[in-house]
């Protein structure tokens, strides 16, 4: 009689195990998966870009060891800025004057600028300083 209740037992278990797999097999369910990239470079959203930069940036710890070299040589100090700056300020406002008729001159370490303006015909020479090449540049046709 016990392999009799037993089998009973284990039948029972089985037709409970598939009178449970049968009753969820409703409610489970399913939807197509949709791949959506990020990087805008692969048809993500463009707005992506300046975000995925930043992140990458973030984590770039590569040092170059080249840039100390190229910066050493081509850096230039707040002096040299400034003074480059306030050259091509005097420059472009020596440049401005000949619309009104002025003529004039600008003398730098490097350089060496002359504007003469003969009634429409404006020369203009340069000097480089260092190989005392001059060039110039004639234009016709300016009415003061």
């Not at 730098?108 to 303006?117: E, G, Q, R, S, Y």
Request: one cysteine or more.
């Amino acid at each position: 009689m016990k392999t009799t209740l037993f089998s009973q037992r284990s039948g029972l278990a089985w037709a409970g195990m598939w009178l449970l797999g049968i009753t969820s097999c409703g409610v489970v369910q399913a939807t197509e998966l949709v791949y959506t990239p990020v990087n805008p470079s692969f048809g993500g959203n463009p707005l992506n870009g300046t975000w995925l930069l930043n992140n990458a940036q973030a984590q770039n710890d590569y040092d170059d060891p080249d840039l100390k070299d190229r910066t050493a040589i081509a850096g230039t100090s707040a002096l040299e800025r400034f003074s480059s700056q306030l050259q091509s300020r005097l420059l472009g406002q020596l440049l401005d004057n000949i619309s009104t008729g002025n003529a004039g001159s600008l003398s730098t370490d490097a350089f060496i600028v002359n504007v003469i303006d003969d009634s429409g015909a404006l020369t203009i020479e340069v000097t480089d300083r260092a190989t005392g090449e001059i060039s110039e540049i004639l234009v016709n046709g300016l009415a003061p």
